[in-house]
């Protein structure tokens, strides 16, 4: 018989984190905004490089993370920018 063991991986409390981007996000826009998973940085929330690379800043800051520069251009929704955010968040807590 074969015992089967498995390495329990905490995941990142994604409610949580959807929560804290979005707070981000309004915090960082010039202007009113009520972002959601699906809502697009550029086109739908208005936001320019800046915002953007003040956006990755304040996410940092707030999850003790670091996201990869490179990693940038494929976040175009909230969700893509939510599901980086806990993918960063889960790897620390493992590591």
Avoid: C, W
Avoid at 47 to 58: A, M, R
Avoid at 63 to 70: A, K, N, R
């Amino acid at each position: 018989m074969l015992a089967r063991y498995y390495r329990i991986v905490p995941q990142p409390d994604s409610a949580r984190i959807e929560h804290g981007v979005i707070d981000v996000l309004k915090n960082v826009s010039r202007r009113p905004i009520d972002p959601t998973r699906e809502s697009e940085l550029v086109a739908d929330l208005g936001f320019d490089s800046l915002q953007v690379l003040e956006v990755v800043s304040e996410l940092e800051d707030r999850f003790s993370v670091t996201i990869p520069t490179d990693d940038l251009p494929s976040a175009r929704t909230v969700g893509d920018v939510v599901d980086q955010v806990a993918k960063l968040v889960g790897e620390q807590s493992v590591g």
